[in-house]
């Protein structure tokens, strides 16, 4: 075991291409992305001693948290395919431990809402990278009128006695200031003024009068609310302009992150990968494309019960549909109404919520032939609002939450 404490990469790296090769992508991508440390930290004298370690995997305090009750089956899963490869040099104990990383931010303290100033960079920075020109089909002074007084603002040029005068000389006239002169602009300080005022930045970015081009908006909206969302906010579509979406900024709902992490751990949990990619198409598409939520959170009813009827070893003929499926499993589980007693305490409430969970696959196949993806639509045909979407991937999270947790009880006790 000492031959981990001193070198652990190549059994760390081994693990992780046969997580890879298993499929476990979640627990690959946590091992991969994590600060590793061994210490010693157990003896026990039985049998001439045996030393007892613990592999610390430091990861994102974010990550971290979101994982909930996850990280016991990551832990577990790093574990088990470590144990053959320590087995070879030592006989010592060791356990996997994922824990939090420790480090000092400098905003650290800054009230909580706000858009950190290591976020925002990282928003400029992708603009710049991407030489995303920030207005768009607009002049500069066009697009900063729409959210500053530039009439109020001073002059840097002693020409002009405001700042539309000296940015309309220089980037209109004389075009001598750079393209990414805004970012570095004491006046507008939008790295580090007020949060409001960034996030109404990112929106007149990808406006529909600024960027009339959809996909390369949505593009751009994807990725900034990468950086967005740790921090307690998002962009999301508040109407259509011409077909086109506009977006404002909203805070995030932790409750729905704390679902999604839930559904990752059910997924992880019957080692269904397909499920894992489903799930965060679905959490990305929330927003942007509510149809194909919906479609996909009929996917994952699918996915969550073929899962658990393979793991028990029932064979799905070709075509069956979400409905069926769903009896297939409730009745596998014995979840069906007939099988509460009447004696049991609340038993016509518990087969109420039996009927409902059953029909639950039916409403959702329902709600994806009419507003899901996947099926061609007339001119005049209007979409759901994103907060359908959530309704219609919240209610599949809570279904395969429950129908993987029966699942994995029964297990357990037979």
Not at 107 to 113: F, L, N, S, V
Not at 206 to 227: C, M, S, T, Y
Not at 386 to 414: C, N, W, Y
Request: glycine content about 6%; proline content about 4%.
């Amino acid at each position: 075991m000492k031959r981990i404490a001193e070198k652990p990469e190549a059994y760390l790296a081994t693990a992780a291409r046969m997580l890879d090769a298993e499929n476990m992508t979640e627990a690959a991508s946590v091992l991969r992305s994590s600060k590793v440390s061994v210490e010693e930290t157990g003896y026990d004298n039985w049998d001439g001693g045996t030393r007892i370690w613990t592999i610390y995997l430091e990861i994102d305090p974010a990550d971290y948290a979101q994982l909930g009750s996850g990280r016991e089956v990551l832990q577990g899963q790093i574990k088990n395919r470590l144990d053959p490869i320590v087995a070879q040099f030592s006989g010592d104990w060791f356990n996997v431990t994922l824990t939090p990383r420790t480090s000092v931010e400098p905003d650290w303290r800054e009230q909580a809402g706000e858009v950190s100033m290591r976020a925002r960079r990282n928003i400029v920075d992708g603009l710049k990278l991407d030489e995303v020109h920030w207005c768009g089909r607009l002049n500069d002074v066009d697009f900063l009128g729409r959210i500053f007084d530039l009439e109020a603002l001073p002059s840097d040029d002693s020409r002009f006695k405001t700042a539309s005068g000296d940015i309309w000389q220089h980037r209109i006239n004389n075009f001598d200031w750079e393209d990414d002169w805004i970012y570095s602009d004491k006046r507008f300080d939008l790295l580090g003024g007020p949060t409001d005022t960034f996030l109404r930045f990112l929106c007149e970015i990808v406006h529909p009068v600024v960027r009339p081009d959809r996909n390369e908006a949505l593009k751009l909206v994807g990725e900034f609310n990468d950086q967005l969302r740790p921090e307690g906010w998002q962009l999301v579509e508040e109407e259509k302009i011409a077909g086109r979406p506009r977006f404002v900024p909203r805070s995030v709902k932790h409750s729905s992150a704390r679902s999604f992490s839930r559904a990752r751990t059910v997924a992880d949990a019957l080692n269904a990968s397909w499920m894992q990619k489903e799930i965060e198409r679905a959490e990305n598409a929330i927003e942007t494309d509510p149809a194909l939520a919906i479609g996909t959170a009929k996917e994952l009813l699918e996915s969550c019960c073929k899962s658990i009827l393979d793991r028990r070893d029932i064979t799905v003929p070709n075509g069956t549909d979400l409905p069926k499926l769903t009896k297939m499993v409730t009745t596998e589980l014995r979840l069906v109404p007939e099988g509460i007693s009447n004696e049991a305490k609340g038993a016509e409430t518990i087969r109420l919520i039996l009927r409902n969970l059953s029909a639950l696959s039916q409403y959702l196949a329902e709600l994806r032939g009419l507003y899901g993806s996947g099926h061609g639509r007339d001119g005049k045909h209007k979409g759901l609002e994103p907060r359908h979407a959530r309704l219609a991937v919240g209610a599949a999270v809570a279904f395969i939450d429950f129908m993987t947790s029966t699942h994995q009880k029964q297990s357990e006790t037979e």
